[in-house]
């Protein structure tokens, strides 16, 4: 239990609010931050906006008017969308130019979506496809809000899974040479649009082939032909295991011509460590023992100098899920420790299609299914704690009365929220126990 120190209940992180500051592009990295051209920090606090579904559109346009949505995202307090794309919006032509909006909705009997686009966003319904996608990005600048383009998939639906046919390099439907390709094009597309600030090579590479030797013949491939048609916009690297491993970089690395530019991501949910797991486990533990992991996997390359981007997180909103909490609690703090870079999953309060179900809430959106209100208050709170840049220091929060008394720690009372002095919880290995209310932030 030694590490849960440094991260649960025994110490704080103090926090103090640095001004925000005017980001002057383009973005590059300095050692393992993020800084604009005048090498002042920039925290990307983003949110993600799936737009690689059926039938390849952002996703609420029929519940809200786009530039609503785009206010919506800067009210809630994120500077940057992590918005998706399938690649066959740069490699088939057809589906990006030569089918409208409308017609892609009617071709999937989406029938009242398009009455809603009608309504709420008339200017895109007879857009093509990739004229569409550039509306959102325009908008998105319109309102200050920086863009990650994130190529999640190649055919649109919904992902992921292990046997996925474009799960991995060299499957079936994930040529690299048609993705290299198509990640120039829409590098090309986007290279005067100040805003596009950087580009997701792909989402969670994952499956039974895997394997870090491919990964090193093509992902430094892909971010070269990123940087060679657009040199100012990050190039930001996935790793295996759907985005949850990059341990393979500890003994081996590579060499690129984007160094300044370069930035690595990592996705964590509450299920990659095991379903149900945070229930079953005393909390304090088994955050200690998931961040010795999660560090190993990726969180050590901030102490070798390189930006590691959290573009994937997030908890169920919509009812009493322990152990997402408990995970949740677990996250912001080391978010918080590390002054990470993120993405939460997501802004979605419905799809329009998602495995064939119309309209599915998205039980991890931060908004509703109207796309107005948001899901969850609380929610919001926590992750506004580190949305803004943080300077983070430890101190000793346990403390004894009389050297043979009980260990007390800070708490927060139920009754007012006032900080008071309690034995400290969760000593032993009962799994049932919920320290949360002893994990401090003070900001």
């Not at 110490?11 to 592009?25: C, D």
């Not at 990006?96 to 989406?110: D, G, I, M, R, Y």
């Amino acid at each position: 239990m030694a590490r849960s120190i440094s991260l649960c209940l025994f110490f704080f992180l103090f926090i103090s609010w640095i001004p925000k500051l005017t980001t002057s592009y383009p973005l590059s990295t300095k050692s393992r931050w993020i800084v604009d051209e005048k090498g002042q920090r920039v925290k990307l606090a983003c949110v993600n906006w799936p737009a690689h579904l059926k039938p390849a559109v952002a996703e609420g346009l029929s519940k809200q008017p786009l530039d609503y949505i785009s206010k919506k995202i800067v009210s809630m307090g994120f500077n940057c969308v992590r918005l998706t794309w399938p690649l066959d919006l740069m490699t088939n032509d057809t589906l990006a130019h030569n089918v409208t909006v409308k017609q892609s909705f009617e071709s999937l009997n989406l029938f009242d979506d398009v009455i809603g686009i009608q309504t709420h966003n008339p200017q895109i319904l007879n857009l093509p496809i990739f004229n569409a996608f550039q509306e959102v990005v325009s908008n998105l600048g319109e309102n200050g809000v920086m863009v990650i383009l994130d190529n999640h998939l190649t055919t649109p639906g919904w992902c992921c899974s292990d046997n996925d046919l474009d799960a991995f390099f060299e499957y079936p439907n994930f040529d690299p040479v048609v993705w290299t390709k198509g990640l120039s094009k829409m590098a090309t597309l986007f290279r005067n649009v100040t805003n596009v600030v950087g580009m997701s090579l792909r989402n969670e590479p994952r499956g039974t082939r895997d394997f870090p030797d491919l990964w090193f013949r093509y992902m430094p491939k892909g971010g070269e032909a990123v940087h060679a048609a657009n040199p100012e916009v990050l190039v930001i690297l996935s790793g295996i295991d759907f985005d949850t491993n990059l341990s393979f970089l500890r003994d081996r690395f590579f060499n690129v011509s984007f160094t300044n530019k370069l930035v690595f991501e990592q996705h964590w949910y509450s299920f990659s460590d095991g379903r149900d797991s945070w229930k079953k486990h005393n909390s304090n533990d088994f955050c200690s023992k998931i961040i010795e992991k999660v560090t190993h996997n990726g969180g050590f390359l901030l102490g070798r100098g390189f930006p590691l981007f959290l573009t994937e997180f997030g908890a169920n909103l919509r009812s009493g899920d322990v152990s997402g909490n408990r995970y949740l609690n677990c996250l912001v703090a080391w978010a918080a420790e590390n002054d990470l870079d993120w993405a939460v999953w997501a802004l979605t309060g419905d799809y329009y299609l998602r495995t064939g179900q119309k309209h599915m809430v998205e039980t991890f959106g931060v908004l509703d299914p109207n796309w107005k209100d948001v899901a969850n208050s609380t929610y919001m709170q926590k992750l506004s704690g580190i949305q803004l840049p943080v300077r983070a220091t430890h101190m000793h929060l346990s403390f004894k009365t009389t050297s043979n008394g009980p260990l007390l720690c800070l708490d927060v009372d139920e009754r007012d929220n006032s900080i008071v002095a309690n034995p400290c919880k969760c000593l032993t290995m009962d799994a049932s126990c919920d320290p949360a209310s002893q994990w401090f932030k003070f900001l």
